[in-house]
């Protein structure tokens, strides 16, 4: 996993850094349908208090297509910059008082910062919320159901090419039906 022992980070002075690249494979993350192994780098920088993590990360994704419910493979990249405090003084080995789980990561008692948890959280958050297998997929159709980039049906489209196109349809449809009661 992505663990990095920051003892000696942690006593430095303030402002020092260190720079890591780091792969993670995607079994790894187990509560994902990783699809290649997670890449990037981190730059660990010392806060004083704590420690920031300013790291890159790029992986891939199966999914199912928000549109016509097929396969599809999505890249993930982006940042994350998060802080991790320690749990233990680095020089005494007290314990420290414990930081809000919304506030920070934990650096755990032997000084090793968990990076993760903070990545797979940050992964989580890229995914698309309707994933699409290619941007220009057309879809079902939704009088048959039958996948429209594989083929076309006879089914009558009139819908207007506007977010509510559907709604009209609903419209003429009930003025029919009440003209003819």
Request: proline share 6%.
């Given at each position: 996993m992505?663990?990095?022992?920051?003892?000696?980070?942690?006593?430095?002075?303030q402002?020092t850094t260190?720079?890591?690249?780091?792969?993670?494979?995607a079994?790894?993350?187990t509560?994902?349908?990783?699809?290649?192994?997670?890449?990037?780098?981190?730059?660990?920088i010392?806060?004083?208090?704590?420690?920031?993590?300013?790291a890159?990360?790029?992986?891939?994704?199966?999914?199912?297509?928000?549109r016509c419910?097929?396969?599809?493979?999505?890249?993930?990249?982006?940042?994350?910059?998060?802080?991790?405090v320690?749990?233990?003084?680095?020089?005494?080995?007290?314990?420290?008082?414990?930081?809000?789980?919304?506030?920070?990561?934990?650096?755990?008692?032997?000084?090793?910062?968990?990076?993760?948890?903070?990545?797979?959280?940050?992964?989580?958050?890229?995914?698309?919320?309707?994933?699409?297998?290619r941007?220009?997929?057309?879809?079902?159709?939704?009088?048959?159901?039958?996948?429209?980039?594989?083929?076309?049906?006879?089914?009558?489209?009139?819908?207007?090419?506007s977010?509510?196109?559907?709604?009209?349809?609903?419209?003429?449809?009930g003025q029919?039906?009440?003209?003819?009661?």
């Amino acid at each position: 996993m992505l663990a990095f022992h920051v003892a000696q980070l942690l006593q430095a002075p303030q402002g020092t850094t260190r720079h890591y690249t780091y792969e993670v494979p995607a079994e790894e993350f187990t509560d994902l349908s990783l699809t290649r192994p997670v890449r990037g780098e981190v730059t660990l920088i010392n806060l004083g208090r704590s420690i920031l993590a300013d790291a890159t990360y790029e992986s891939a994704v199966r999914a199912e297509c928000g549109r016509c419910l097929e396969p599809a493979i999505i890249d993930l990249s982006g940042r994350l910059q998060e802080e991790f405090v320690p749990t233990v003084d680095v020089r005494t080995g007290v314990r420290l008082p414990s930081v809000a789980e919304d506030e920070a990561f934990p650096i755990d008692a032997e000084h090793v910062l968990h990076l993760d948890e903070a990545v797979r959280q940050h992964l989580i958050m890229a995914l698309p919320m309707q994933p699409l297998c290619r941007p220009d997929c057309r879809g079902l159709c939704v009088s048959c159901g039958i996948d429209l980039n594989r083929g076309t049906c006879d089914c009558a489209h009139e819908v207007a090419d506007s977010p509510f196109g559907v709604l009209s349809l609903l419209l003429r449809n009930g003025q029919a039906a009440s003209t003819s009661e």
